[in-house]
């Protein structure tokens, strides 16, 4: 079955890079997405990668995808305050309904 | 920009009363998700709806549970007899048939409070 961890907080200071690790289980995931969730929202769609991609950059983002280890990174780099929020990596899997497997959640807290 | 509305934003009821959680998806899309998310847990999948009918459900999604089109513009999760348990945000979920990635995208989330 599908099981997706993430390490709970993670705490950087203004202009630093932030990676946010998340290991996942299913190999047979298509899609590998970052989610944010903002204190009292809901959830925003960051970025995606196709699984058989190794990396994607958009803007500040990076994504990398180890699929041997099943390891999936985001690195945010310059992290500003407006970066703090729960960070989701999620997968899905095509056929069926396409249902998001959501890790735990990583806690980003920016400092000054 | 389009997005996935939700109504209300908070639910107050009691136990053992029926709620209904609305939502409005983006217009052209087919596919059609309820998540929830119970404080300080994973956003765990409920159920996915396409052509009118359930494509899948988790095990958290019983018999208390059903969801309706009724008029295509709503998508609607109704909770027949609320438990406590059942206390939790909801979220509604999104997407067209052939967009990037199969990209699910949500609404804001219903804060439901079962006392």
């Known amino acids: 079955g599908e099981d997706v961890e993430q390490s709970l907080f993670l705490s950087v200071r203004e202009g630093d890079s932030s990676v946010i690790n998340c290991t996942y289980t299913d190999s047979s995931s298509t899609y590998l997405y970052w989610y944010k969730q903002e204190p009292g929202a809901g959830l925003q769609l960051l970025t995606y990668i196709f699984s058989n991609m190794d990396m994607k950059q958009d803007q500040r983002l990076t994504v990398l995808l180890n699929k041997k280890d099943k390891h999936l990174s985001l690195r945010i780099a310059d992290t500003q305050t407006g970066d703090s929020a729960i960070y989701f990596c999620?997968?899905?899997?095509?056929?069926?309904?396409?249902?998001?497997?959501f890790g735990t959640g990583t806690q980003l807290k920016v400092e000054l | 920009e389009p997005e996935v509305t939700q109504t209300p934003s908070h639910q107050v009821t009691q136990m053992g009363q029926e709620v209904i959680l609305r939502c409005v998806p983006i217009s052209n899309h087919l596919y059609f998700y309820w998540y929830r998310q119970i404080l300080g847990q994973k956003v765990e999948f409920l159920v996915s709806f396409y052509n009118n009918e359930i494509s899948e459900k988790s095990e958290i999604f019983d018999d208390q549970f059903s969801v309706e089109r009724p008029d295509g513009s709503n998508f609607t999760l109704k909770i027949r007899s609320t438990k406590l348990e059942d206390s939790a945000m909801y979220f509604c979920?999104?997407?067209?048939?052939?967009?990037?990635?199969?990209?699910?995208?949500f609404g804001p989330g219903t804060r439901l409070l079962v006392l």
């Open positions: 979920a999104s997407r067209t048939m052939t967009g990037p990635a199969e990209t699910q995208y």
């Open positions: 999620a997968e899905s899997i095509t056929g069926g309904g396409n249902k998001l497997t």
